[in-house]
DNA sequence: ACCTGAACACCGTTCAAGT
DNA sequence: ACCTGAACACCGTTCAAGT
């Protein structure tokens, strides 16, 4: 207030040398480039002017591109995981719990298809995958055994091995999500949702006619 | 014959202007890229290296590479079809012959990853989807469709719309073939082939326990 | 420690020009 | 009709240099 207007607090200063913590500014606009342009679009120029900063500046915080893509896949993990959490817990942790957690899940995929994709296409780009990335997508799919445990010992579902069970139904609304991503399917939204339905009741019963049919 | 042999018939001059077929021989350059060294590798002036022509004489055959992607794509749709009908009708067109059809979808993907990618990834490129790879994968898609009445008819599946039966079953294999391809499977291959055997089992019955249990 | 700016080796695409 | 070769506007990455 005592200054002139002219010199203002450090933190609206665009030019300075700093950039206070460039590495999550560098992610958040990334994320957002992903999100609004989609994965092609993603420049490291790009996301270096948004933030007025050298392009170059970027490998001070990431070793290459494919370091920067695999933290966004990670920080997509970590949305994942809460996301059916948050589905399985507001449902009653029973039935139709896990019926929500697949709607979160294909929900999700589809509001966030570039994303969803790094998600899964940047564990093959660098040669070897990177840790935290692989620790995140086993946080999300832990988040989808520990309910099938549960529903095993309400005897909902079969005692098979939790883990067995897991990938395929992770394999289920994967393609899902997939298929409407690259659209496969004609109506993406609307199809997908009423596939993710139609999956977890055949999922329950199977299709082999009912035994009374 | 009665030529000498330094004047070979035009067919062996590689110098020559005229390039036969040279949509074809581009095509297949660019299928042989992808299948040894990824799609990433992929480029123009690669392919017209190769093939002994200027990088730029693919744009008479091509409108650009999202279309020479398209057209891989096309091919890989075409084979993924031949494929799931020798299954089939090998394996007696029944039970046997639907895992059996399974067990080929998913071999078939992992044994060309990057073209299986383009596959479901080039639908995307381009701003209206090439309509002759959509028209070869509805006929990969249709190959499913036929199987399913068929069981259908003998009553092996329920009598719902095998659109949506159909729906389901690909759903299942595609995500089983992108989870393997993509590493979140830990021993690749032999991980899939178990999955999908479970997932034919578990498609079958469903994941609830058996009444009698 | 952190960032810059020029340079390098790549891309896809266009277009006037050749045959 | 079909292809060439130069040019254009982009990339990711490196590296000596600045503060």
Redesign the pocket.
Known sequence: MTQPHATRPARKRPDR???GD?RRALLQAAVRVIQSRGTEA?????V?ETL??????L???F????ALLAAVGQEGFGELRARLQEAWEQHGRGRAGFEAMGMAYVRFALSNPSHYRVMFGSTRLGDLRDPELVEEASGAFQALVDALVVLQRDRLVRREDPLQVARFVWAIVHGIAMLAIDGQLERQRADAEMLTRYAVERLRTGIAPAPDA
Chains 1, 2 share one sequence.
């Open positions: 040398y700093h950039h460039l993603l420049t490291l120029r790009g270096g007025g900063v050298s392009r170059s500046a490998y001070r915080h070793t290459d591109k494919a």
